[in-house]
Antibody, heavy 115, light 107 residues
Framework: EVQLVESGGGLVQPGGSLRLSCAASGFTFSTWGMNWVRQAPGKGLEWVSY????????HYADSVRGRFTISRDNAKNSLYLQMNTLRAEDTAVYYC????????WGQGTLVTVSS | DIQMTQSPSSLSASVGDRVTITCRAS??????LGWYQQKPGEAPKRLIYAGSGLQGGVPSRFSGSGSGTEFTLTISSLQPEDFATYYCLQHNSYPWTFGQGTKVEIK
């Protein structure tokens, strides 16, 4: 059974940093591209970033480029999102999502940026 | 960036109704589009891939059509468990973009 379990969310002050993790199981993680997608409270979905299985291809949304860094550790079946210089508008549930295109989603982790 | 215009933003329908949701792309995206269903408090779930491919395990009352710039998601006979918000997602070029969502409510 495919599972994606996000962790690392929480409350952080504006300008702060946070690192999200996504633990994958039930499939050959290293052969799949992976994504982060976020959803602000009461709002729609916003694609954030993509990384290929071999890490040779990485893309970011304009809204996070230069502040967020996506990475993965295939030996640990894990995906990460390092988020720096956080802003109030980054407040959202962050979903880890498998595939190019996306075919499966984790349950999400809430990030709240507030003083 | 490719803009995805989804309509309507919400609709009220009854069990058994036929429901159609549309996504229009600001430029041609071939059939690089998926449809997702999201229920409150849950993660999205893919219903349709490549414009018209039915995801495994998804009921056949869901169907997708279209190519290029116009796409539709149709629910042939709305069921109680179908009340949710639906999103399209284009993956033709980065940044990937979602439609604004369509909330399907009970009439």
């Amino acid at each position: 059974e495919v599972q994606l379990v996000e962790s690392g969310g929480g409350l952080v002050q504006p300008g702060g940093s946070l690192r999200l993790s996504c633990a994958a199981s039930g499939f050959t993680f290293s052969t799949w591209g992976m994504n982060w997608v976020r959803q602000a409270p009461g709002k729609g979905l916003e694609w954030v970033s993509y990384i290929s299985g071999t890490t040779t291809t990485i893309h970011y949304a304009d809204s996070v480029r230069g502040r967020f860094t996506i990475s993965r550790d295939n030996a640990k079946n894990s995906l990460y999102l390092q988020m720096n210089t956080l802003r109030a508008e980054d407040t959202a549930v962050y979903y880890c999502a498998r595939g190019y295109p996306i075919d499966f989603w984790g349950q999400g982790t809430l990030v709240t940026v507030s003083s | 960036d490719i803009q995805m215009t989804q309509s309507p933003s919400s609709l009220s329908a009854s069990v058994g109704d036929r429901v159609t949701i549309t996504c229009r792309a600001s430029q041609g995206i071939r059939n690089d589009l998926g449809w997702y269903q999201q229920k409150p408090g849950e993660a999205p779930k893919r219903l349709i891939y490549a414009g018209s491919g039915l995801q495994g395990g998804v009921p056949s009352r869901f169907s997708g059509s279209g190519s290029g710039t116009e796409f539709t998601l149709t629910i042939s006979s709305l069921q109680p468990e179908d009340f949710a918000t639906y999103y399209c997602l284009q993956h033709n070029s980065y940044p990937w973009t979602f439609g604004q969502g369509t909330k399907v409510e009970i009439k």
